[in-house]
């Protein structure tokens, strides 16, 4: 039986895959779950119809590869079906290990990144499949021998971000992040076993980093996104602490279960987690209220109802008279201790740079044949060096 069914994608149409098993990959329980995981964190508190999922956007990137695919094969280079396969299976998993809200809760559920534990869930999958994911983990990695395939997964012009900053802007209705893929995806080359684009998609490429640029200021670390997520994280870390500290009862939710530190063992975490989605967490928020504790309580009520805290983002890191103030006015509201009071408090700072010279450069393929950085080219417009704000976020005093 053909099971290659046709998607219809909000960005891309009518949309469909070469092989069998990445319907396979995608039925998978694992895959499945990316249904349930948030693309943009909480960034749908600032735009509304930011709703959208990490399973829709695997599935764009895992299209605009296709595309790729087809595009370098008609230029004379070899890339064999297995290859091929390869390229899309490891785009397809790029993002399985995401865990709730996506990058809002990295490291604060279990400490591991995001891309340890996608390789961790494709290697279990693999072994599910007889071992026909292995040239596709072997390009996720890194140690596919034709590096220009893992450049498409990840490097700073890769499938994935190409399809997020399409998929993130049609969704949150920020024009200024739209990208001229179709453009960029044709101009795709290789030289040297290196990913490349020819000359006449320089200003394509220009538009791109420069959306990218704003897509991170103006969406995902908008100042109501980092209030949001900076909330939600304490409340994790505050639960994990009275979960610890056996202040709360235990129960055997799966949140619960992967926030106990004496849960050691790689594969029951693993197995644990991939049971975990946004879903679990909105429900213990709701839920917060019985285990009466003021903090839990407060940070719950705020991300249910959107009470948001008081954020305040600047270039300068804060004085410290000026969080001592904020400290005192808070303990006269609340009448907490020094040590509650701290726990409402949230500092910290978000980084980001529209195109970074210091790691694997955009190369351009000129008409002579030569090939050089994107650097050589760009003009004032795109910023390359690393921007920071620092942000505080607290209760309203007044």
Same mark, same amino acid.
């Given at each position: ?187 795709? &080359?290789?030289? $040297?076993?290196? =990913?490349?684009?020819?000359? @006449? #998609? %320089?200003?394509?490429?220009?538009? !791109?980093? *420069? ?78 209220? &019985?285990?009466? $504790?003021?903090? =839990?309580?407060?940070?719950? @009520? #705020? %991300?249910?109802?959107?009470?948001? !805290?008081? *954020? ?87």
């Amino acid at each position: 039986m053909n099971r290659r069914k046709i998607i219809n994608d909000p960005i891309y149409g009518l949309i469909s895959f070469p092989f069998e098993l990445l319907y396979d990959i995608i039925d998978h329980p694992s895959f499945q779950r990316l249904r349930r995981i948030s693309q943009m964190g909480l960034s749908t508190y600032v735009y509304p119809g930011a709703t959208h999922s990490r399973f829709s956007h695997a599935l764009g990137a895992l299209h605009l590869m296709t595309i790729a695919i087809q595009t370098l094969r008609s230029k004379g280079h070899d890339i064999s079906d297995e290859e091929y396969l390869g390229a899309c299976v490891a785009i397809l998993l790029h993002d399985i290990g995401h865990g709730p809200f996506s990058h809002a809760l990295e490291g604060i559920i279990i400490e591991d990144s995001h891309e340890n534990i996608s390789l961790q869930l494709m290697q279990v999958i693999n072994n599910e499949l007889n071992g026909q994911l292995s040239t596709g983990i072997s390009i996720f990695k890194g140690q596919y021998h034709k590096k220009f395939l893992t450049q498409l997964v990840s490097s700073q012009l890769d499938v994935d971000r190409m399809d997020y900053l399409t998929r993130d802007s049609y969704f949150s209705g920020v024009a200024e992040g739209v990208i001229g893929y179709k453009r960029i995806l044709s101009m795709l &080359n290789v030289v $040297d076993n290196q =990913l490349v684009v020819e000359e @006449k #998609g %320089i200003f394509s490429i220009e538009k !791109f980093l *420069v959306s990218r640029h704003i897509m991170y200021w103006q969406v995902y670390l908008h100042k109501t996104s980092i209030v949001a997520e900076q909330m939600l994280k304490s409340y994790l870390i505050r639960l994990k602490e009275l979960v610890n500290s056996n202040k709360i009862g235990f129960n055997q939710s799966v949140l619960l279960t992967l926030l106990r530190s004496k849960l050691s063992d790689k594969a029951n975490i693993l197995s644990s987690f991939i049971k975990l989605d946004d879903v679990d967490v909105y429900h213990n928020l709701k839920i917060a209220g &019985n285990f009466a $504790d003021p903090i =839990l309580e407060l940070l719950s @009520k #705020g %991300i249910l109802n959107r009470q948001l !805290f008081k *954020v305040i983002l600047q270039k300068a890191s804060f004085e410290e008279d000026f969080v001592n103030n904020i400290h005192s006015e808070l303990q006269n509201k609340f009448g907490f201790n020094d040590e509650l009071i701290e726990k409402l408090i949230l500092t910290g700072s978000e980084k980001s740079r529209a195109y970074n010279t210091d790691y694997q450069e955009i190369n351009i393929l000129k008409k002579n044949g030569s090939v050089k950085p994107i650097s050589d080219f760009l003009d004032i417009l795109v910023n390359v060096n690393e921007i920071t704000k620092h942000y505080m976020c607290f209760p309203k005093i007044n």
